[in-house]
């Protein structure tokens, strides 16, 4: 049972367009969201994240929004850059439980940007 | 600042050999540790996490074991090799006070021929 999903798998969009990923997640413990990005050979590098008491956290060219009643959240990236071509993976967390705190992740979106 | 190894980057190895792939992160006190899978075409699969030294949490049955023998060291281990052990490894860490950030090593290329 996959608690977190990114149903699209691959993304390509043109340099300086807007590119919008898009996760879904299934468990209402879910408290605390956040995005990673990860090129090929690398470890995962974390980009944003947000609270679940929170609908919107911006960092640059990087938004994340959260729709707490569908249970969506979406990473917007604008402009959109050559360099931001990577696999991104969305992870949730309950409510922080002390040391035992763990993340769920997605299966990752490609994102493929076109000069 | 905090940094986090791993090795070796790549490694092959035939099926039935033992594994140890080691993980240090430096710059941290007391981290909690983790232990991920990336198959070809999956996303991350947690495999272990630590709180502290000598606790070793498993979260799917398998062929690999964990060990934690110092604050900041992280050890995947494996008597034998299965085709199935291959994949993408990565460790990562997260300073386990309240902030849910974790942060990954660069990852060990597993290919079990």
């Known amino acids: 049972d996959q608690q977190v999903k990114q149903n699209s798998p691959s993304l390509s969009v043109q340099e300086g367009r807007i590119s919008i990923l898009n996760c879904d997640y299934t468990n209402s413990m879910f408290d605390y969201f956040l995005w990673y990005k990860k090129y090929p050979a690398e470890g995962p590098t974390f980009l944003i994240s947000?609270?679940?008491?929170?609908d919107k956290n911006e960092d640059g060219r990087f938004t994340v929004f959260l729709n707490k009643s569908a249970k969506h959240l979406s990473l917007h990236i604008v402009p959109s850059q050559p360099g931001d071509s990577a696999v991104y993976f969305c992870a949730a967390s309950p409510r922080y439980t002390g040391a035992n705190s763990k993340l769920t992740f997605g299966k990752g979106i490609t994102l493929s940007v076109r000069p | 600042s905090q940094t986090i190894h791993q090795w070796p980057a790549t490694l092959v190895q035939p099926v039935g050999s033992p594994l140890s792939l080691e993980c240090t992160v430096e710059?941290?006190?007391?981290?909690?540790l983790y232990w991920y899978r990336q198959a070809a075409g999956r996303g991350l699969q947690l495999l272990f996490y630590?709180?502290?030294?000598?606790?070793i949490s498993s979260e799917v049955p398998q062929n690999l074991s964990a060990s934690r023998p110092q604050d900041r060291q992280f050890i995947l281990s494996s008597k034998k090799l299965l085709l199935s052990d291959s994949g993408f490894y990565l460790c990562?860490?997260?300073?386990?006070?309240?902030?849910?950030?974790?942060?990954f090593g660069p990852g060990t290329r597993l290919t079990v021929t």
């Open positions: 710059g941290t006190s007391n981290p909690n």
């Open positions: 990562a860490w997260s300073d386990g006070t309240g902030y849910y950030e974790q942060y």
């Open positions: 630590s709180v502290g030294i000598g606790q």
């Open positions: 947000i609270s679940s008491i929170k």
